[in-house]
């Protein structure tokens, strides 16, 4: 990982000295727009790989082996054996948030959540008001707590848990994220430190068996793998809503859970490490959950955390005086304000062959051969296709769709933080609320039609000339990869068609073989025929 990091970090800085040779330059409006796209995909590929090489320690010191070593006096760790940090009986709450889920899923992570080793509360908080959870509830013989308004979403939900619990350290897990029952033995002895204000583990999904999850969950592994272990060098690893565990202190000290922006987990993150607590992060999948399967999923998803990085870019600039924050600190939370920054990117980069093919301009020199040009342009992306491919195994074409058709996504968002407009909460793979996909793509829909008509004029205009350009092969890739994303809602519509037609069918079926009232029939019949009279 190391040596693959370096030579990218090499053909980063190869491609950037050949793009900004004075020499090399084409006409100024697709140069400019050569040069802020790719100005932000390198300045975040380059401290994302100092970022990594800074990774390389493990948070697990001398006194976190001790204190793992002491958790349990020497007994066997099981449900409801007291755990000991320092010399004291801790108390731990573990908190499942709930907002609608079905539950069935949310089934399955309290009943892991209760049966985690060591000894702990396990609540359920219900912003749905469902009586069905409120009766699982009681069924597995845990807490249940539902509150009069869903004031502050997520994190009102657990600041009003907080006001009724009473434990020195909390865990935070979605409701559909499973912990593994070695989460608090993995986590507490971290608390040894006074100064540690959370331990955070990766998102781990399990069913990547659909285009968009492989794709929603592969993209986060370079993050999770390698990212955030390196933000751990810096002090600087933030929370991610689930799969956490919290001192009580450390949230007291910043006034509770950040509920003015829905990426409340950043936010509270950015609050504790302005008040000089400590975090830390440990890679080890202490939960398995679920990535988005739908577009629509996926898309309310990245609208809302890309909405909450450019919150705090607008409203509490990492690089603003105000800010207290450490050196290192501030680059690494300027780079989670402007990383969705790099998703535009690619929305901009899609319509500079354009300029050349309708317009006849070129973002680079006419002296320059495509092989020269091809070879400092693998120099920036293949390296980074590479190492991803490194990071998850292979490669991963869903990836590359998705980072290449969400620049609307993320244009949204900036528009949202801009205005200061609220995201509503979005319960993932909640089926009972699904729509169209295509009432979430309308822009890339667009985009195809401009690239479809782009790409036939330009293979008119080779054609003609006998000559094949840049222009057109970049165009056509671009148009086939936003063609295959199209194709990819088409078919999850038509599977959403056929799923409705069967449940309606199923709903006909069930209706059909309920045993019929006499009585009922008859006040039926009388009722149709009143309505005959009336009308007649």
Known sequence: MIL?????????LAYATFLLNPDNRGDLLPYLMVIIAEAVIVFHIMLAMCTILAGAKGPRDEAFWAARTALFGGAEPSVGTPMVIAGHRVAVDVFITTYGEPVEILRRTVLAARDLRGEHLTWVLDDGHSDEVKAMAAELGVR??????????KAGNINHALSLSRGEFFCIFDADFVPDPEFLVETVP???????????????????HSFIARGAGYMQSVFYRFIQPGRNHFNAAFCVGTNVIFRRAAINDVGGMYTGSKSEDVWTSLMLHERGWRTIYISDPLAVGDAPETIEDYTRQQTRWATGG???LLNRNPLSPRVSLTLD????????????????APGILLFVPALEIYLDLRPMDLSISVSSWLLFYCGLYGMQILLAAYTVGSFRWEVLTLAAVSFPIYGKALINAFLGRDQKWHVTGSAGQRSSPFNSIQAQVAVLVFLLVTSAVAVWRDTANWHLTLATIWNVINTLIILAFVILALRESSAMRREARIARREAR?????EPVDPESITVAARNQTEIVEVTA
């Open 4 to 12: 693959l990091s370096l030579l990218a970090t090499f053909g980063v």
């Open 144 to 153: 249940y707590v539902r509150r009069l308004s869903s004031g502050g979403a």
């Open 190 to 208: 971290f608390f040894v430190d006074q100064n540690v204000a959370f331990v955070q583990t990766p998102q781990v999904y399990g069913n990547m």
């Open 310 to 312: 450019f919150e705090i």
């Open 329 to 344: 600190q501030r680059l690494m939370y300027l780079v989670t304000a402007t990383h969705y920054m790099t998703g535009l």
């Open 509 to 513: 079926k069930q209706k059909a073989s």
